[in-house]
């Protein structure tokens, strides 16, 4: 199993340009989940779904979209991007079996706006 | 609403010597409770949780955790640490309405750097 793989590793855009982070699981989790990570600070969790088809927000969702519509996949689009969107974007998945279990992990990508 | 403190956010130690990493939370609900350990330019990797029953709680690489309910802590520690566990250590909770579909609130992380 690969895990949660998401790509790019990296992104400089600039401001107004837009782009989608990718975010993949071959885990058949139902729960996945997109955070940001800003330096200094903990994950803030940006928005999560609970299967295909089924997308809600987090604490942070203003100026993200998502999308849900495998199971595996669910890629994060950023519209409109700003200087606050400077941040390290982690997607993590879950099995929907029992209790609140651990969430795994992808590497993250790295995105710069200027 | 729930939240997580971690009251350090760097903690240099001797290599070998022992470490408590310390997290505390508030909540008005029952929580599960997680440590994650980040290493440079990496992902979160779980290093142990508590869901339930003992309350110290086993890890890997050695690490190990005490959920006191009464203090609302549950600080990680290990009794030597090695060069290799110099990382970003993360306390996170999950349960009740904090979060969605159990999403996990993070507390700000804490710097291990040991020294040799």
């Known amino acids: 199993n690969a895990g949660v793989t998401q790509t790019p590793k990296f992104r400089i855009l600039k401001i107004g340009q837009s782009m989608t982070l990718q975010c993949t699981q071959d885990?058949?989790?139902?729960?996945m989940y997109w955070y940001r990570q800003d330096p200094g600070m903990g994950l803030k969790l940006i928005y999560y779904?609970?299967?295909?088809?089924?997308?809600d927000k987090g604490e942070v969702p203003n100026g993200y979209n998502v999308s849900r519509s495998t199971t595996e996949d669910f890629p994060l689009r950023l519209e409109l991007a700003a200087p606050s969107q400077t941040s390290v974007y982690f997607c993590?998945?879950?099995?929907?079996?029992?209790?609140?279990?651990?969430?795994?992990f992808g590497p993250g990508t790295r995105l710069t706006v200027t | 609403a729930q939240s997580v403190t971690q009251l350090d956010s760097q903690v240099p130690v001797f290599e070998e010597a022992p470490v408590e990493l310390r997290c505390n939370y508030s909540?008005?609900?029952?929580?599960?409770l997680f440590w994650y350990v980040q290493y440079p330019n990496q992902g979160l990797q779980l290093l142990l949780k508590?869901?339930?029953?003992?309350?110290l709680v086993k890890g890997i690489n050695g690490f190990e955790a005490e959920f006191n309910k009464s203090q609302t802590s549950f600080h990680l520690r290990k009794p030597s640490v090695h060069i290799s566990d110099t990382a970003e250590y993360f306390c996170?909770?999950?349960?009740?309405?904090?979060?969605?579909?159990?999403?996990?609130?993070f507390g700000k992380g804490t710097h291990l750097i040991i020294q040799p």
């Open positions: 885990m058949n989790h139902n729960y």
């Open positions: 993590a998945s879950r099995s929907l079996a029992g209790g609140p279990y651990e969430q795994y």
């Open positions: 779904s609970v299967g295909a088809g089924i997308t």
């Open positions: 996170a909770v999950s349960g009740g309405s904090g979060g969605g579909a159990d999403g996990l609130t």
């Open positions: 909540s008005s609900v029952s929580v599960y």
């Open positions: 508590y869901l339930s029953g003992s309350t």
